[in-house]
Each structure stands twice: as C-alpha cells, then as structure tokens.
T-cell receptor, first 111, second 112 residues
Framework: QKEVEQNSGPLSVPEGAIASLNCTYS??????FFWYRQYSGKSPELIMS????GDKEDGRFTAQLNKASQYVSLLIRDSQPSDSATYLC???????????FGEGTQLTVNP | DTEVTQTPKHLVMGMTNKKSLKCEQH?????MYWYKQKAKKPPELMFV???????INESVPSRFSPECPNSSLLNLHLHALQPEDSALYLC???????????FGQGTRLTVV
C-alpha cells in the first residue's frame, strides 16, 4: 500500500502570513502530484498539479516538488481567511488511475 | 470548463431501498471515478472507468454497482445498503486515466 503523509494539523496562521503545507510519499517512482482544497461540507477542488522537480507558481500558491527527497509542499502567500480549509495532498500511482490521498491538513487563517 | 455534475445532492434511503447516484461531465474526459469520503477522512477510491470500461474495482461490496452508459455519464446503483455506508460520494473525471482529476460536488448519502 503506497503511503502519503501530511504534516499533522491543525495549522493556524495570521492573515497575510505564509502558510506552508508539507507532504511526503513512499512510492519513489511516482510522477504526478496534486494539491486539493476542501472546504467543510464541500468536495475537493484541484488547486495545483506538479510533475517536475522545482517550483510551480499560480497566483498566491506555489507547489514545490523534490523527487529525490520524496517531498512535495504547498506554500500559500498572503494567506486570507477564505483560505481556511483542509488541504489534501494526492499522489498518482505510476500506472495511473489510482490517486492516494494524505489525511489532509486543516488550515485556519485568523483575521 | 471543469464541471462535473452529480445528482442528487442529498439522499436519504432505507436499508431495503434501491437508488442511483448520477454523474455527468461534458469535458470529453475518458476516465471517470467514484470515491467515498467519510467525515474528516480523505476520499477513498471505489471504481475507475477508462474509455467506458471498468478498470479498477477496489473490492467494493456488491451492494454498490457502477455503470457507465456512455463517455459522459457514470451511475452508481445502490441496493441494500447499511448505515455505515452513509458518506459523501464523489464522482471525478480526468482527461486520461493518469491526468489530473476534477471532482463533482458530491452526493451526501444517509442510510437509515
């Protein structure tokens, strides 16, 4: 069973700060990595996908991938109260189709 | 447009009922998925359809029966469910079986 682990929450940051969410995975040959945001009572929403080592930026979000360390992270700059949600890290198995999710990190941004 | 539409949004059913969950996407995606999510847990994969064929069944009990009538539609037929089957049922789709997946808004199922 492939594993995805996220830093245990909950994580609380003040408005305007940088929120850092971390994820490690056990399948060394995984190639596709995703971050989903899930508001309470809602479905997961894809916010970032990353496939290559390095950083990928989209607005206030930056995903970082280090395949050698089997580590993927999500940085949220200028955090807003509307960013308060559970963030799910997901890793695609090598053969495709099967996404393995971490347990999620609950983020609270305090005004 | 990355919309996956699920109906109904909420469903309450008795243990002897038969009901169906429906999912639709018009993005031309060739892979569709059913996930189950319990409170405060991540989604768990149930079934994967790729090019309208069932490619993965994660040892789901037979009281859950998936169906893919065409490339845009995915159904989940429910029969003789148990109260522990109460959960949020999520449909997702992706361009191919190994690309990023987009979720519908889910069906909140309660079995009484």
């Amino acid at each position: 069973q492939k594993e995805v682990e996220q830093n245990s929450g909950p994580l609380s940051v003040p408005e305007g700060a940088i929120a850092s969410l971390n994820c490690t995975y056990s399948d060394r040959v995984s190639q596709s990595f995703f971050w989903y945001r899930q508001y309470s009572g809602k479905s997961p929403e894809l916010i970032m996908s990353i496939y290559s080592n390095g950083d990928k930026e989209d607005g206030r979000f930056t995903a970082q991938l280090n395949k050698a360390s089997q580590y993927v992270s999500l940085l949220i700059r200028d955090s807003q109260p509307s960013d308060s949600a559970t963030y799910l890290c997901a890793v695609m198995e090598t053969s495709g189709s099967r996404l393995t999710f971490g347990e999620g990190t609950q983020l609270t941004v305090n005004p | 447009d990355t919309e996956v539409t699920q109906t109904p949004k909420h469903l309450v059913m008795g243990m002897t009922n038969k009901k169906s969950l429906k999912c639709e996407q018009h993005m031309g995606h060739r892979a569709m998925y059913w996930y189950k999510q319990k409170a405060k847990k991540p989604p768990e994969l149930m079934f994967v359809y790729s090019y309208e064929k069932l490619s993965i069944n994660e040892s789901v009990p037979s009281r859950f029966s998936p169906e893919c009538p065409n490339s845009s539609l995915l159904n989940l037929h429910l029969h003789a469910l148990q109260p522990e089957d109460s959960a949020l049922y999520l449909c997702a789709s992706s361009q191919e079986h190994d690309s990023e997946a987009f979720f519908g808004q889910g069906t909140r199922l309660t079995v009484v």
